[in-house]
């Protein structure tokens, strides 16, 4: 029997209305949930994102601000800009969208956004508190709605196999700090593979959740997959297809027809993931505003 489809789009509009309620308790007490996006230089892939971002605050309520600046921006320019956001009352969330230009210093203006204003939950802060399995940081959105999506599912979690492909910052590392964790959707045994793994094959056949985050189609193949695993499908790589209109489509890591006869829940791309990265960062914005209101 083929996999069950994980749909991503139905749990995130699930999220979403979620946080449209909490939006408009919010505003009853008068605080309008804000998130300042900031981008640099004219990336056209992130101006896409940029704009996804803003719709989707303004579909649940939220007041949002793009900040479009030049690609010749400085490092002290974009660091006065975040001084500014991270001062002004009215904005809760800051989130400034990769890749940078090569004269900004990455590092350095994720540790300028204030805390608990970093929607995103790259700062060193946040990822500290992730760590240490503090609840009240700001946790990363792809990881965070990869939990949601096995909460969603009901996939009973607790002393399963979590294999995870990829080690990045956003994904990967948090990831594995999420489901080592011991509390809900978590308490997994967490192995984490990349690309220096020697036998990629022996580690993802053991998962009894398999969530890869790399890059590459094809990476996982039908033999790579244990019968009945949970498949979470992160990768986003735009191929050529003459038969489509636009001559290209969208194809994750995984071998997914194959991989589906195999696997017992399966994440389609697009379509699994990716819609719930732009949930939980709307999510992770009305808890910034409830934290701040309170604080
Ligand atoms: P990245 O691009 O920074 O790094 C890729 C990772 O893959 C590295 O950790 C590397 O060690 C590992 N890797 C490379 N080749 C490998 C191999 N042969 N075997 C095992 N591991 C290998 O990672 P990223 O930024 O997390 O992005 C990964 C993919 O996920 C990309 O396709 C990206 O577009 C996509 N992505 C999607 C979302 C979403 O919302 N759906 C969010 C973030 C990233």
Do not use: W
């Amino acid at each position: 029997m083929p996999a069950e489809l994980i749909d991503g789009k139905v749990i995130a509009a699930g999220v979403r209305a979620e946080v449209a309620g909490e939006v408009a308790t919010l505003k009853a007490s008068g605080i309008v949930p804000k998130l300042a996006v900031v981008l640099v230089g004219d990336d056209p892939a992130s101006a896409v994102y940029v704009a996804a971002k803003g719709r989707a605050c303004v579909e649940v309520g939220m007041a949002e601000s793009t900040i479009r600046l030049p690609a010749t921006t400085s490092q002290g320019e974009l660091m006065q800009l975040l001084d500014s956001l991270n001062a002004d009352s009215t904005v809760h969330g800051i989130l400034v969208q990769s890749p940078f230009p090569s004269q900004i210093d990455c590092s350095a203006v994720i540790r300028r956004i204030d805390p608990a204003k970093d929607v995103d939950g790259f700062h060193p802060v946040n990822v500290g508190k992730l760590m240490a399995g503090e609840r009240d940081g700001f946790v990363p959105c792809t990881p965070a709605g990869i939990q949601e999506l096995l909460r969603a599912s009901n996939v009973a979690t607790r002393g399963l196999d979590c294999v995870i492909v990829g080690r990045s910052n956003i994904v990967g590392k948090p990831m594995a700090a999420l489901m080592v964790q011991d509390g809900p959707v978590a308490n997994c045994t967490v192995t984490v593979c990349h690309r220096y793994t020697r036998d990629l094959a022996v580690h993802t056949r053991r998962a009894d959740i398999l969530i890869t985050a790399v890059g590459r189609p094809g990476l996982i193949t039908a033999d790579m997959v244990k019968p009945g695993a949970a498949v979470l499908d992160v990768g986003i790589t735009r191929i050529p297809d003459p038969t489509r209109k636009s001559g290209t489509r969208l194809v994750g890591d995984v071998d997914f027809d194959a991989v589906r006869e195999v696997a017992g829940l399966i994440t389609p791309v697009p379509g699994g993931v990716g819609p719930m990265t732009i949930a939980m960062l709307l999510r992770n914005t009305v808890r910034a505003a409830q934290r701040l209101a309170t604080a």
